[in-house]
C-alpha cells in the first residue's frame, strides 16, 4: 500500500490518438487522454457514441486502428494485471452452481491452468475482498439469484482481487435502481480513495457520478475531450464537440445538456419540431 | 418378463463384469463432462458431436477400418467445426449446419456399404452388455485423456463460460477454450458411444449434472454429484435391463429424465423454505451447501 502511495502522481493510463472504423463507420476519432493513479474519471456520452468501444480497445479485446494505448507506461499487453475489468450488466443464469464467493475467487487464479487448490490465504483474500464491497451476507448464494446492484459488487470484487492499478466499469450503473446505484458508486470511491486505484466508468447519464468525479472524458460521436468537470461540461466545449450548439443547464443541482433537434444552430422551442433534446 | 430367472450370481460374472466397468467409466466421463455441458448452454452441441459421428463409423465400415477410429475422426472434426464456425455465426446455426452435413455423409456411406451393418445400428442404442474385454483398455485410456484435459482448463473453462468478455481481458481466449471444451466432449464421445448409443449418451450428459445443480450451490460438489448421479444412473440401468431384458436404453432415459424432475422439485422445494424463512423478506441467502 506504500508502494501505491508513492505511486501517486504517475501515469496509469495514457491514451494517444486512438482511432477505431468497425466495418466502415468511424467509431473513435484520435481519442486522447490520461489517467493518474488514484483518479476517478467518468468516460460519458449517449449509446453509440464509443464508449464500450474505447474500453474495448483500452482492455486489449479491439485494435487501434491508429495511435496507441500505454498501460503503467509500456504498451498495453494482453492480460494486463494493471487492469481490473468490471464487464456491463448481463444475465447470469440463476441456477448455476456457483456462489457469489466462487465468482470473486476466478478473479484471483481463474486464468490459470489445472483445478487449483483451496487455501487458507486465497480464503481470506477472497473474505477480504466480499468485505470491501459488502457482500459477506450474500457471499454464499447463487450469485445468478443476487440482485444487479449486488451482482454489480460481486463482479468489481471479482476484478479487484488481483489488485489492478486501474479499474474499467463497463456503464456498472445501467439497469441499477437509484439506491443501488448510489451505493456503487459510493464503494468505488471509497475504493478509489483507500487503495489508490485509479477508475474508468462509462455511463450514459453523468449526474449520479458527479459528486466523485475527478476528471471526465466526455465521447460524443467518437470525439473525446477531457479534463475536469468545469473544464469540460460548459457549453463553448461540449458545442465544439457535437459540432452544433449544446448548452449546459444546472438544475437544482443536476446537470442538463441540451441541444435543438433542428438543423438550427440556436435552441428553438416554439415550433413543435424544435423541441428541446436532452443529450446528457 | 423374459430374463427374469437369472440367478443374481450371474450378474457380477463373465462378460458382465466387461460391461460394469466399461459402462462406470462411462459414467464418470459423462458426468464430468456434462457438468461444463450444462453450465455453457451447449446441451445442442452434445447432441450434435455424438450423432454426427456416427456418419463417421459408417464411413470407417465402409474402407474396412475400425469404427472407432471413423467415430474419432468425426467426433473431433465436427467439433471443431462447429467450434470455428460458431466464431462469426450463430453457434446454434453452427452447429445445426455440422450435424448435418454430417448426418448427410452418414446415409451416404450407409448406402454405399453392400452389406448392412448391424453393428452400426447398434451405434445408435449403445450394447453395453456385448462390451468384449478388448474395449476396456481404449475407453479407459480415452477417459484418462478427457479427465485429464478438463482438469488442466478446469479454471479458465469455468471463468470463460460465466464472464467470458472479463476472462478475454485477462488472456483466456474464448476460442482457445471453447475449441479444446469442444474436443474434450469429441474424445467423451467417442469412447462412449459404443456403450451407450449416440442417442443415450446425451441424457447422461444433460440428465445428471442438470439434477446436480439444483442440489448445491457449490461448483465442486456440483460436479461430484453430477458424477455419482450417472453412475447410480448406469448400474441400475444394468441392472434393471439383465433383469428384464428390455434394452438398457430405456432405463438410462428414463432414470436420467427422473433424476432432472427431482432435481427441479427439489429447487422449487427450497425456493419455498427458503421464502418461508426469510417471512417474505427479499434478501440473498445462502443455499443449501
Known amino acids: ?280 | 418378463m423374459p430374463g427374469g430367472g437369472r440367478g443374481v450370481g450371474q450378474v457380477f460374472s463373465g462378460f458382465m463384469l466387461n460391461a460394469w466397468t466399461v459402462a462406470t467409466i462411462v459414467a464418470v466421463v459423462a458426468g464430468l463432462v456434462g457438468f461444463f455441458v450444462v453450465l455453457r448452454g451447449a446441451a445442442f452441441v452434445a447432441h450434435a458431436i455424438p450423432n454426427g459421428s456416427f456418419a463417421g463409423a459408417a464411413g470407417a465400415s465402409l474402407i474396412g477400418v475400425s469404427t472407432i477410429v471413423g467415430l474419432g475422426v468425426f467426433a473431433v472434426v465436427g467439433a471443431l467445426g462447429i467450434g470455428l464456425l460458431g466464431r462469426r455465426a450463430r453457434s446454434d446455426v453452427a452447429t445445426a449446419l455440422a450435424l448435418v452435413v454430417m448426418l448427410g455423409l452418414g446415409a451416404l456411406f450407409l448406402s454405399l456399404s453392400t452389406a448392412y451393418a448391424p453393428e452400426i445400428y447398434s451405434l445408435l442404442f449403445g450394447e453395453v452388455l456385448g462390451v468384449s474385454s478388448q474395449q476396456i483398455a481404449p475407453t479407459l485410456g480415452l477417459a484418462v485423456v478427457c479427465v485429464g484435459a478438463l482438469g488442466a482448463i478446469y479454471r479458465p473453462l469455468l471463468l470463460s463460460s460465466v464472464l467470458g468478455e472479463v476472462g478475454e481481458a485477462r488472456g483466456v481466449s474464448r476460442l482457445r477454450v471453447e475449441l479444446s471444451f469442444l474436443v474434450v466432449v469429441a474424445l467423451a464421445t467417442t469412447m462412449t458411444v459404443p456403450v451407450v448409443g449416440t442417442l443415450l449418451i446425451f441424457s447422461l450428459m444433460i440428465g445428471s449434472p442438470g439434477a446436480a445443480r439444483s442440489f448445491t450451490s457449490r461448483p465442486g460438489r456440483a460436479i461430484g454429484l453430477s458424477v455419482g448421479i450417472s453412475l447410480v444412473t448406469v448400474w441400475t440401468s444394468i441392472a434393471a435391463s439383465y433383469a428384464t431384458d428390455y434394452p438398457v436404453g430405456f432405463f438410462v432415459g428414463s432414470l436420467s429424465a427422473a433424476a432432472y424432475g427431482i432435481g427441479r422439485a427439489w429447487s422449487v422445494g427450497r425456493e419455498r423454505r427458503k421464502e418461508r424463512s426469510a417471512g417474505g423478506l427479499a434478501f440473498g441467502g445462502a443455499g443449501p451447501s
Open chain 1, 1 to 280: 500500500m506504500d508502494q501505491l502511495r508513492r505511486q501517486v502522481d504517475e501515469e496509469i493510463l495514457s491514451v494517444e490518438n486512438v482511432s477505431v472504423r468497425l466495418s466502415g463507420r468511424q467509431i473513435l476519432r484520435e481519442v486522447g487522454f490520461e489517467i493518474r493513479a488514484g483518479e476517478f474519471t467518468g468516460l460519458i456520452g449517449s449509446n453509440g457514441a464509443g464508449k464500450t468501444t474505447l474500453l474495448r480497445v483500452i482492455l486489449g479485446l479491439q485494435a487501434a486502428g491508429e495511435g496507441r494505448v500505454l498501460v503503467g507506461g509500456r504498451p498495453r499487453s494482453r492480460r494486463n494485471p494493471l487492469i481490473g475489468y468490471v464487464p456491463q450488466k448481463f444475465l447470469l443464469d440463476p441456477d448455476m452452481p456457483l456462489r457469489a464467493r466462487d465468482l470473486v475467487g476466478l478473479g484471483l487464479d481463474g486464468h490459470k491452468l489445472g483445478v487449483g487448490r483451496p487455501s487458507r490465504t486465497k480464503r481470506a483474500l477472497v473474505d477480504e475482498m466480499l468485505r470491501a464491497v459488502d457482500a459477506e451476507d450474500f457471499a454464499d448464494a447463487r450469485v445468478g439469484q443476487l440482485s444487479g446492484g449486488e451482482q454489480q459488487r460481486i463482479l468489481i470484487a471479482h476484478a479487484l482481487i488481483g489488485r489492478p492499478r486501474l479499474l474499467l466499469a463497463d456503464e456498472p450503473l445501467a439497469n441499477l435502481d437509484l439506491r443501488s446505484a448510489h451505493e456503487v458508486v459510493g464503494l468505488l470511491s471509497r475504493i478509489s480513495a483507500e487503495q489508490g486505484i485509479a477508475i474508468l466508468i462509462s455511463a450514459h447519464e453523468m449526474n449520479p457520478l458527479l459528486p466523485v468525479l475527478d476528471r471526465i472524458v466526455y465521447l460524443a460521436d467518437g470525439r473525446a475531450a477531457s479534463g475536469t468537470v468545469e473544464e469540460v461540461v460548459r457549453g463553448d466545449v461540449l458545442s465544439e464537440l457535437y459540432g452544433r450548439r449544446v448548452d449546459v443547464l444546472h438544475v437544482s443541482g443536476r446537470v442538463l445538456v441540451v441541444a435543438g433537434t433542428g438543423d438550427e444552430d440556436s435552441l428553438d422551442d416554439s415550433a413543435g419540431r424544435g423541441r428541446l433534446e436532452i443529450v446528457s
